[in-house]
């Protein structure tokens, strides 16, 4: 790869050089490598993709499901054979640890093997003699051209909450990365040219804000995904109702997580450490605000801040990397402030991690874990999302505050406790205010087959991503009533 190197649209089943005049940088977080260029495609390269879409999808919804799964039974294969090097060019380009890259890839092939079972997934219902003689049916059609805006801090995973759905739906599929970190994608549509799709049934469309402004307005475009942050998330929800297509967005986040004094303590400290730093805490499951409950306060600060300190920083492609950089100066930036905000506010810093020094990696975007203690409900570093790794504490006296507090938060992503009492995790469970819960658990990621539920001000729409809310929302339903006259056997 050279420093010059500008990525391509793929379009129409061809890899084309945009006419973009604006392009971005696109950087290895963990040395500031320049990797290649991605370029801001304008507002008549999606409409070329919109147009292609649109063509290709008059045949594609013709070709029977059992059909359309065989290409992504290819694709399956596909990821799995470049599984390793797919993985390493999310490492390069996010900053994630290798293990984690791997994670997420397993998650995307999930969902591509989840949409394989569309035949049965989208099938509709029916009743016979809803009045005499006259039967209703319930057909599920689909949408048309649909497209998903993806956010930087799941460069493979997240596109494949959509896609794999869209197109065994008969949809046919526009992609718009990161423009942070468009690399993997390229990667992957090298791989749906490889299964032989027909031409124009899915498209990559490089660029940022312009283009996705473009992609709003296009009146052939029926249906967005939006993953990112929420005032990112408010706006398309917003725009693409007012352009009247169907849209779901996923928003920001900041996850509380619940600690009772019956919790096995080397357990939770293990997983709520890998919750709040692990993906150097870009993660909208990570989690960001530990309330200890009652008497269990010292000693998971204590034991809390030993796994901080200890956790091995670097470029996630090392050995032994525990995790590695935010990706990009600004992030960096960003999260320091919003720490100096937080000790402004009156927490205190147990571990520190401003200023990180890398040996090997000083151009680096690093910040090491973060421990705050005492921060106040109330205060902007409690209801920020800081997208970084850094772990504020509060002290409540028992689980109804705890909930109270949670509750009151706008966030609703994920919330989770740690117990070994099931009445407390029951209660936790009926109460709480968030659409991903964990028990004992620090990321509480639904699997393909269950729905990404966030509520809240991290969600704007009805239907999420993955399962069977993917296959709702990239159909749409046909009812059929009929009668049938009694004279046709005269007929014949
Ligand atoms: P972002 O909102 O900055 O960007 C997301 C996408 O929107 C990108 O493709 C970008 O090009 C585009 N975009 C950015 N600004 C825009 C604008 N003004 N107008 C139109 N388009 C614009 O998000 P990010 O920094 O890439 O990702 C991190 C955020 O995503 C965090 O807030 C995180 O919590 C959230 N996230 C949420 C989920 C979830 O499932 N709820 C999952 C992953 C990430």
Redesign the pocket.
């Known amino acids: 790869m050279t420093e010059t190197r500008s990525l391509q649209n793929y379009i129409n089943g061809q890899w084309c050089v945009s006419r973009a005049t604006e392009s971005i940088s696109v950087t290895n977080p963990a040395t500031s490598e320049q990797l290649g260029k991605v370029p801001v495609s304008p507002a008549t390269e999606v409409d070329r993709a919109a147009t292609a879409a649109s063509i290709a999808q008059q045949d594609w919804r013709r070709v029977p499901p059992q059909e359309r799964i065989q290409y992504l039974f290819k694709l399956k294969g596909l990821l799995e054979r470049d599984f390793e090097s797919l993985a390493q060019t999310i490492t390069i380009e996010c900053g994630k640890t290798l293990k984690e890259s791997q994670g997420e890839l397993r998650r995307a092939i999930e969902n591509v093997e989840v949409a394989c079972g569309i035949p049965t997934l989208m099938q509709g219902v029916n009743l016979e003699d809803i009045a005499q003689g006259i039967d209703e049916i319930m057909i599920r059609q689909p949408v048309g051209v649909a497209a998903v805006?993806?956010?930087?801090?799941?460069p493979a995973m997240?596109p494949f909450w959509f896609m794999p759905y869209a197109l065994a739906c008969g949809n046919t599929y526009i992609v718009?990365p990161?423009?942070?970190v468009p690399l993997t994608m390229e990667k992957v549509f090298h791989l749906l040219e490889e299964t032989g799709l027909p031409n124009g049934v899915v498209n990559l469309v490089h660029g940022?804000?312009e283009t996705?402004?473009a992609i709003l307005e296009h009146p052939l475009i029926r249906a967005i995904s939006f993953?990112?942050?929420?005032p990112?998330a408010r706006?398309?929800y917003s725009q693409a109702a007012a352009h009247g297509k169907r849209v779901q967005c996923?928003?920001?986040?900041k996850n509380p997580i619940i600690v009772l004094p019956d919790a096995d303590l080397e357990m939770t400290t293990r997983i709520v450490a890998d919750s709040a730093f692990g993906c150097a805490g870009q993660r909208?499951l990570a989690a960001s605000i530990a309330l200890t409950v009652g008497s269990v306060r010292d000693s998971f600060r204590e034991a809390i801040s030993t796994t901080a300190t200890e956790c091995k920083v670097g470029f996630g492609l090392d050995e032994g990397i525990q995790m590695g950089p935010v990706i990009t100066e600004g992030s960096q930036q960003r999260i320091e402030g919003l720490i100096d905000r937080g000790t402004q506010e009156g927490a205190q810093i147990l571990v520190d991690g401003r200023k990180a020094n890398i040996p090997g990696y000083e151009n680096g975007y690093f910040v090491r874990p973060t421990i705050l203690d005492g921060v106040e409900p109330e205060s902007a570093i409690a209801g920020t999302?800081i997208?970084g790794p850094v772990l504020g504490l509060m002290h409540v006296n028992d689980l109804e505050e705890a909930i109270a507090l949670i509750n009151q938060s706008p966030w609703g992503?994920m919330a989770c406790l740690f117990t070994s009492n099931g009445a407390a995790a029951r209660k936790f469970r009926y109460e709480v205010e968030a659409g991903n819960i964990g028990i004992n658990i620090g990321v509480a990621a639904p699997m393909a087959f269950f729905p990404?539920s966030?509520w809240k001000e991290?969600f704007f729409g009805d239907l999420h991503g993955q399962g069977h809310h993917a296959v709702e929302f990239f159909t749409q339903t046909k009812v059929v009533i009929e009668r049938w006259p009694k004279n046709w056997s005269r007929q014949f």
């Open positions: 805006i993806a956010p930087f801090n799941f997240i718009k990161s423009e942070k940022a804000k996705v402004d993953v990112g942050s929420s990112v706006y398309i996923q928003g920001g986040a909208c999302e997208f992503n990404f966030g991290s």
